[in-house]
């Protein structure tokens, strides 16, 4: 099983649509978490830290829920500009960072 | 807030010749560095992780006599592509956190090293 784990996609949605990835990660001892997006033939940027008591950036929400090991990304009101690849990262104690897969996302006119 | 900078961005190079790509945090010293490389349509894949004043340490199956790691400054690490091979074209990514803020801060990315070996 790998350490941390994504929906595969990719997720085609129209503009307007809501839509929800799911991230899943094995290691109880994970301290942080975090979803950056990833343009086409760019590098990862920070989309957001999540927090335990889940956390709301304009129309990005992000749930942690600890006792499961899972970390959700909601988006509301898709846009076209919203369409990369989503990141789930968790973060051990120390310094090593854990990326997930991705999940790709278009989202259609 | 925390910025990397990455330098090249593109780089075309002949076969067998070595290319230097540097990493530069901007605004925070880092006392740690990653280097990443990316395939098209494949998943980041960490390389190697650079230590300020000690060897860097490589995952396994990277070579470290090909990727030759030096993270002289606390601001600086660069990565050097010896003896490239078409098969070494890839995006390259370096990445650092600002250990200062907090310990749940997260890693910011340089703009990325686009490599092409012809």
């Known amino acids: 099983r790998k350490e941390v784990e994504q929906d595969p996609g990719p997720f085609n949605v129209p503009e307007g649509a809501t839509v929800a990835f799911n991230c899943t990660y094995s290691n109880s001892a994970s301290q942080s978490f975090f979803w950056y997006r990833q343009d086409c033939r760019k590098e990862p940027k920070l989309l957001m830290s999540v927090y335990s008591s889940g956390n709301e950036d304009g129309r990005f929400t992000a749930q942690l829920n600890r006792a499961s090991q899972y970390i959700s990304l909601l988006i509301r009101d898709s846009k076209l500009s919203d369409s990369a690849t989503y990141l789930c990262?968790?973060?051990?104690?120390?310094?090593?960072?854990?990326f997930g897969p991705g999940t790709r996302l278009s989202v259609l006119p | 807030g925390a910025v990397v900078s990455q330098h090249p961005s593109w780089v075309i190079c002949k076969s067998g010749t070595s290319v230097k790509i540097e990493c530069r945090s901007l605004d925070f010293q880092a006392t740690t560095m990653f280097w990443y490389r990316q395939f098209p349509k494949q998943s980041l894949m960490l390389m190697a992780t650079?230590?300020?004043?000690?060897?860097?340490?490589?995952e396994q199956g990277v070579e470290k006599d090909k990727f030759l790691i030096n993270h002289a400054s606390l601001t600086l690490s660069t990565l050097t592509v010896t003896s490239a091979h078409p098969e070494d074209s890839s995006f390259y990514i370096c990445s650092a956190r600002d250990p200062g803020r907090s310990d749940n801060s997260p890693l910011h990315f340089g703009n990325g090293t686009r490599l092409t070996v012809t």
């Open positions: 990262v968790v973060k051990h104690y120390g310094q090593n960072f854990v």
């Open positions: 650079s230590n300020e004043g000690s060897k860097a340490t490589y």
